[in-house]
């Protein structure tokens, strides 16, 4: 019996010491020990010796479709996190300044990932066998022409600016000039455009167009305009919301009505063509003398080589290539307002300067739309 009791308290002794382990080092510890996490923690203002701010999960109640995985992330599984970001930079590092790896990594970050690359066939070469066919730029012409007519019957809002109808035969005289090398990088371009503009239909469809428009002139307001409204919009018994309240509310509202992997579907594959048509100009420099002008229902479209040239502001630009030239763009590389979603500017010589307006998107901004600018060479300002 009393070998019993003696073994029934060692094994109390066993189970109590079972019950009291060492405590765990708390979690603030082991993320202070990684640089990775604290530097993650600082970019996404969360502080690190406390992730649970909101210790009611509350924010788990309230549904809202903005919250992104990786805030989720860093909330719940911060260890888990720190190898997401390795890879996202590993993903970033490997894209090197190729834009459609790029925009795919940025979609994919945002919860809107399209993966273009595991399409079969990929999209890209769809763009290269439209490119690399007989008459290519003067094919893509005419096909771009025929997709904004059809979009033009779908949606009149969109297309408010009438077109003319594409003269083949002028515009067929005018490509003949141009280099090879060119016409293939152009006709790269507006093959991309040609999808991207049915990706877009297919992203806003549900989007009522006076939305959009009453956005974009929200978006270009000055600073100055900004404040002023804000003051104004403020009741002095401050029962009303504050005008940045009702803006944010209404971009919330526009959110949700936007399919962003179409989007993003469409851009990633137009940035990939950009990319690709950067490489091919660079492998085949060209030192001819030309300029062609082209119209489109989406902008115009100029390659121009050997001058030196004065884009002014004036009609909205589809697409720009310039082989060479010390140039001055005061324009391109912006959206014009819905009708003109899309502008690329691929100038591949030259110290070139580029001057942003003031109060319109300008070089690389994108406002419902895509703006590019690949400047390839020269002491550019
Ligand atoms: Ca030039
Ligand atoms: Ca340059």
Redesign the pocket.
């Known amino acids: 019996m009393r070998a019993l009791i003696f073994v029934t308290a060692l094994e109390c002794v066993v189970l109590l010491a079972g019950e009291a382990p060492a405590s765990p080092p708390p979690l603030s510890e082991t993320l202070h020990k990684s640089t990775a996490a604290k530097q993650c923690f600082e970019a996404l203002g969360l502080p690190i010796d406390g992730p649970g701010f909101d210790r009611n999960e509350n924010f788990k109640r309230v549904e809202c479709p903005f919250v992104l995985n990786t805030f989720r992330m860093w909330r719940e599984q911060p260890l888990r996190a720190i190898d997401r970001e390795r890879h996202l930079r590993d993903g970033l590092i490997a894209a090197e300044m190729r834009s459609g790896d790029v925009l795919s990594i940025a979609a994919n970050l945002l919860d809107s990932g399209s993966y273009r690359s595991l399409i079969e066939p990929r999209p890209i070469d769809l763009f290269k066998k439209h490119a690399e066919s007989d008459g290519a730029l003067l094919k893509n012409l005419v096909r771009l022409q025929a997709t904004c007519e059809a979009q033009q019957k779908l949606h009149p809002a969109l297309f408010a600016k009438k077109f003319e109808k594409l003269n083949e035969k002028k515009a067929r005289e005018k490509i003949a000039g141009v280099p090879p090398a060119v016409q293939r990088a152009a006709a790269l371009v507006l093959a991309a455009v040609n999808d991207a503009v049915l990706w877009r239909e297919a992203a806003f469809r549900n989007v009522p167009p006076e939305m959009l428009e009453q956005e974009i002139a929200q978006l270009l307001r000055s600073d100055h305009d900004e404040k002023q409204d804000d003051d104004k919009a403020i009741d002095p018994r401050s029962y009303t919301l504050p005008a940045d309240m009702a803006d944010a509310m209404r971009e919330m509202d526009l959110a949700r009505k936007i399919d962003f992997p179409r989007w993003y579907a469409g851009m990633i594959d137009l940035c990939s063509a950009v990319d690709l048509a950067a490489e091919w100009l660079a492998k085949e420099p060209s030192v001819a003398l030309f300029r062609v002008e082209l119209e489109t229902p989406l902008g115009r479209v100029i390659l121009s080589g050997g001058s030196d040239d004065d884009y002014r502001d004036g009609a909205p630009l589809l697409l720009v290539i310039d082989t060479s030239g010390n140039?001055t763009y005061h324009t391109g590389a912006a959206p014009s307002g819905l009708q003109f979603p899309f502008s690329v500017i691929i100038?591949a010589?030259?110290?070139?300067r580029y001057i942003a307006v003031k109060g319109k998107p300008s070089q690389g901004a994108g406002v419902f739309g895509l703006g590019m600018l690949v400047?390839?060479?020269?002491?550019?300002t």
């Open positions: 140039d100038d010589k030259g110290d070139d400047d390839m060479a020269g002491n550019d």
